[in-house]
């Protein structure tokens, strides 16, 4: 069942979210602009249960939180608003909770008996704080579609009762309520295949700069899609599993996975692609069979997915470069094999990672390096031993991070322990925002960190071999383009207020 009427829906899903607040000026050409995938899947298992279904796409449409809320209350009648809090890597979930606070309220002072949610996973990771601090009436603490649908409809009847709805936190008489957590979906092919894409603007979505950069001018259609849900792995640094409440990992099958491909790219035209999957080159069956369905149509895709380092065998590579998986991306994360090893990825060292990146060149397929600056035993030099690395990889693309304690990660217990500052606001927790404040380290400031990665990522983009490599292969457009992107330079609050220290080299 569908929408029947623009009025009268059942659940409004919102993706809360502001490109201009996340990534500043690189939101407007550089950044991709990603479809809700999550908010998408969920749409399907509450249409599949009966619910009428919209979807709200904030960032996807440039909505300010005071539109979102006028859209919903003067285009839909409805009871009930989820905010699907995620962002578009695992960890990026609590940098959207400012714009959902922000709607939030909006819709209230608008529709104050219009109740709504908070799923994702930060509230999965904070849920009673969540449930304090932000004007709303429920959280999920766990995955969020079953939470949703009786949620739902309890709201249908005369006098709702939560008390059975597992995994739900409401307030009852001025006291928090918490229900025990529910169970996570076991069979994901029939409880949700795939994402209900009719109902979001799919016109509006543009892959990301480097995802094209053999066809830079090409960036639309573009869909992100997952194959799998959850990760197997328990890094430190990393927040993915606070909505299972343990490490999952549970995969739709091949056949379900290319039926969404065909229809995506019957219908839609879609040739850009983004496998979502936390972890995608890691299941052998799962991974060549879908790369051996899409071999068979002969599609012309341009995916790019996840990798680890010690995830990467040879037997993988002629397939996914057949299938159309033109990037791979790494998450290197350190230069020094101690400071990997303080955050669960330190079983392989410099001279293997740098094999994987050559065998998967070699296979065809670009990679890209993820790299993190100021985990917990960084020092100036391990960071400075980190971006060596990402020198000596040379990846046809390159990201650094500051570390940071997102909420359900063990980074954020240590931060609490230790008593490290946070950011005072959820926006903070943005790699690219005005606001970040990453994590410091036993050693270095969070402005010393945070200075490091800013000169790491112009000095890589602007050294004159990385330059050379990737005009040769892709050619002077690319080159251009990413000299457009280095003139671009991030405001940091943390350092146009920090005091003038010693600057960390980058050299």
Sequence with gaps: MGISSKHDID?????????????????????????????????????????????????????????????????????????????????????????????????????????????????????????????????????????????????????PNYAKIPSLWYLQDGEIMRNLPGELMSDIDHQMPGVAWDLLPMNSYRAHNWHCFEHLSDRQPYVSMHTSLGCPYKCTFCCINAPFGKPSYRLWSPDVVIKEIDMLVNKYGVKNIKFVDEMFVLNKRHVLGICDRIIERGYDLNIWAYARVDTVKDEFLEKLALAGIRWLALGIESGSKHVRDGVEKGRFGTEAIIDVVRKIQTAGINVIGNYIFGLPDDTLETMQETFQLSIEARCEFANFYCAMAYPGSKLFDIAKSNGWDLPSSWIGYSQHSYETQPLRTETLTAADVLKFRDEAFLRYYQEPGYLDFVTKKFGNGVGLHLRDMTKIKLQRKLLDNSPKMDDPKVA
């Design 11 to 159: 659940v409004v899903l919102v993706n809360p979210g502001s490109r201009s607040a996340v990534y500043q000026k690189l939101g407007s050409k550089f950044s991709a602009i990603e479809p809700p995938s999550l908010a998408g899947l969920f749409a399907t298992y509450l249409i599949k249960n009966g619910l009428r279904v919209c979807i709200v796409d904030a960032p996807g449409q440039n909505l300010s939180p005071s539109t979102v809320a006028q859209q919903i209350v003067s285009d839909y009648r409805s009871k009930f608003v989820v905010m699907v809090v995620y962002g578009f890597q695992p960890s990026a979930s609590t940098q959207n909770m400012t714009s959902a606070g922000e709607t939030c309220t909006a819709i209230k002072s608008l529709s104050p008996d219009i109740k709504i949610m908070m799923t994702g996973t930060h509230p999965a990771a904070l849920p009673q704080q969540t449930l304090q601090e932000e004007n709303i009436d429920f959280v999920c603490d766990r995955e969020g579609p079953e939470t949703i649908l009786m949620t739902a409809k309890a709201l249908m009847e005369k006098n």
